[in-house]
C-alpha cells in the first residue's frame, strides 16, 4: 500500500483496469421482453436477410418500372391487374410486360415487378385494368430482400446498451433470447458513528443515512445487481466481517465514509489486509473525491472501494470510477454528452481534476451552463445539477462563454 | 370523427390535453428502495431542517474565529482544547474565549464556536492544548442549520422524476414513503395478417411482429405499465373486443399496423365507434407519422391511439405524443437535449414537420448530426439514431453547420 501519492483519474482507471485485466465477465441469456438495459455480450450476425422478400412501403400496384416510362398526369399507361395480393401471404403470378399487381403497405412484390406506383396515382379503369398516371422508376417504393439487415451481416455489436430500438431489431431479426452480460453483483457499505436509518428521527449529531440509499439507486441506474448492504458503526471487526462477507458474493464491495484521514478510517487498511494484492490507489487528484480507495482480490474477483463520506462526493466517484470500468469491461460506449456554454469563470483547483455540477439554463443559442456551487456536503447540490463537467487537472479553469461537454446525470 | 385535414403537432396536443382535462391522475406512496425513476406527485416540504445541528466539513479544530485573527503559520495562537467531539454524539462543553474542541468531518459543532480549523494548520502541544497556524472567518468549514435544506422549504417538487441524488435528498430529509404518480396502464394492439411472434420463422409474405416488442419496451422506458398486448390478425371485431376489453382496465390504448388508407383498416373507425366523444385526429402532419389517430373514452377516461405500422414511425408518435401527454399531465420537464450543428444540408416535407433522425458523429467543435436517411420501414435505421431533430412545419430545411437541438433517444 503506497499512500505516498495521489492518482489522477487517468492513472486510477489504467491500474484498475490492469488490476481486473483476468476477471471473467459472466454472460447470460434473456427473453426478448427482458433485454431492455442490458448489455449485448457478443456480435449478432443474422443468418437470414431481413426482409426475407421485397415488400412494399406503400398502397399501391405493383408494376414493371420500364411501363411507366413518359407517363404523365395527362398522359397514362393502362395495365391489366393480374392479382390482388393480401398482406401477410405470398404473391403467386409473375408480372409481365403490360401487367400489374394491387399490393398493399408491406405486402410481397410479385415476380417481375420492380417499383410500386402509390394507389393515389391510379384509377380502376375496369374490373381487370387500372390507369396509371405517374412513372416509377426501378426499386421506388419498394425494400429490397436485406435491405434492413443483409444476410450473415453483423446488426447489433457486442456491448450495445438495449433501447426500445434495439428491441425492434432483435425481434425483426428473430433474436427471442438474447445474450447479454450478466450483471455485476455489488455490496454497499456505509459506516459512521452518526448514521441512522432514513425512517428514524437522528438525535444531537447524528444524521440519516444517505449513502446507502444514492448507491443502490446507483446500482439501479447503471444495471448493477445489489447482493448485499450493511450500515456499520465505525469498528473495524465489523468493517471487516462485511467485507470478508462481501468478497465471497460480489464482484464490487463498495465502502463509503471512513475514507479520509481522520482517526477512525480502518477502510484503507482493511481493503488493504483482505485483498490480495489489496489496495494500490489511497487518494485521487480529484474534486471531489480526494479520500477515494482503490484495491482488488484475484482470488475472488473482487473490485474493492472506498469512497468519499459525503453523498455527492460518493456518487460523482461511484460514476467516475464503478461505472466507467464495468461500461470499459462490458465494452460499451458512453453516452452521448450535452453541449453547453459557461455562464462564468470557474477557477480549478491546484492539482487536481474538478468535477464540476452545472445547472442547464436555456440560452439565446444553446444551453448555458451554471455552475452549483455548495459545500460538497449538501445533498441539494447534486439534486439541483442538471449534470457535470470536468475541469482538467492541468487546465487553470473554465472561461465564461467557454463550450463545455456537460454529461447528463 | 373529421377526415377532412391533419393536425399539426401542436394542434393534436392541444386536442389530448383538452382530452384528457378531467381525467384524475392517481397517486401512490412507494418506499424509498422502489422510488427510482418515479415522478413525484406533490411538493415536498420538510419539516425540520437539514442538517438539524451545525456540522463540520473537516477533520479539525472548533474555534471561536475571533480568536484566529492575525493567526499566521509563524505566528499561532494557543488554545484550550476542552473537549474531544465524537461523530455522531452531541457537543457538550460551551467553547469560550481561547478554548477549542476536536471535531471529525461530519461532527457536531459546539456552541460558542463558530469555526473550524482544518487538522493539518494545527499542532498538538501538550495533553490539553494545541497550536493554530491559521486565521479562519466566521462560518468557515460549517454547514448550518437548515444550510442544505431549511425549515419549512419547499425542497423537491411535484413533477420530479426521481434520479440517485433525489433518493439521497429524499432520504436525509427522512422521506421514507414518497409520493408518486401512478403510472398509466397501457394496452398495445398490433395488428396485421402478416405477423408472427418473434420466435417463430416468417412464411412468404410474412413478417415478425416488432412493434408489440417496441411499444413494450417504450413502456418500460418511460414508467407505464402494461396491463395487456395483443397481436391480432387485421379483423374488425377482433380489434372491437380487444379494444373494449382494454378500455376497462387501461388509461392508454395504443393501436399500431391498420391506420393507413389502406383496404383493411378498421382502426379509426372501431376507435371512433367504442369512444365517447371519440376521435378527433385522424392524420398528422408528421414525417414519419401520418396516419395517426387520437382519441378519447370520457367514461373510462382512456387515451385511444392509433400509431403507424412502420416501427420506427410508431416509436416517434408514441414518444411525441403518447409520453409527451403523460409528462405533461404529470408536471414533468423534458430531459435536456444535446446540441449538434447539421453535417448537411436536408429538406423539409412541405406542410409537414419532420422527425429526423440523426447519427452524432465527434467533431472539432462539439457533435455533426449525420442523418439517417432511410425508408422508415427499416428497423436498423432507428438503432443507428443517436437521437433527432424536429424540422418544423414552416421551415424549408437545415443548413450544413446550423446548430440544431437533438432529443437522444
Known sequence: MNLLKVDTIAQSREKLKAAVAEKKQAIEFVKLEDALGRVIASDLVSPEPIPHFRRSTVDGYAVRSSDTHGVTDSIPVFLEMVEKIAIGTPAVRTIGPGQCAYVPTGGMIPEGADAVVMIEYCETFDADSIAVYDSVSAGRNVVGVGEDIREEALFLKKGTKIRPQEIGVLSSAGVHTVPVY?????????????????????????IRDINTYVLEAMSEKYGFEVAGKYVLKDRRELLEEAVKKAMQTSDLVAVSGGSSQGEKDHTASVLDQLGDPGV?????????GKPTILGYDKPSETILMGLPGHPAAAMMVFELLAVWLYRSETCQQAPKNTVAKMAVNVAGAPGRATCLLVELKDGPDGYIAEPILGKSGLMTTLSRAHGYTMIEVNKEGLKAGEPVQVVLL
Chains 1, 2 share one sequence.
Do not use: C, N, R, Y
Request: proline content about 15%.
Open 280 to 288: 494500490f490507489t489511497h487518494g485521487i487528484a480529484l474534486k471531489p
Open 182 to 206: 450478466k450483471p455485476w453483483k455489488i455490496t454497499i457499505i456505509s459506516t459512521g458513528d452518526e448514521l441512522v436509518p432514513a425512517d428514524q428521527k437522528p438525535g444531537p449529531g447524528q
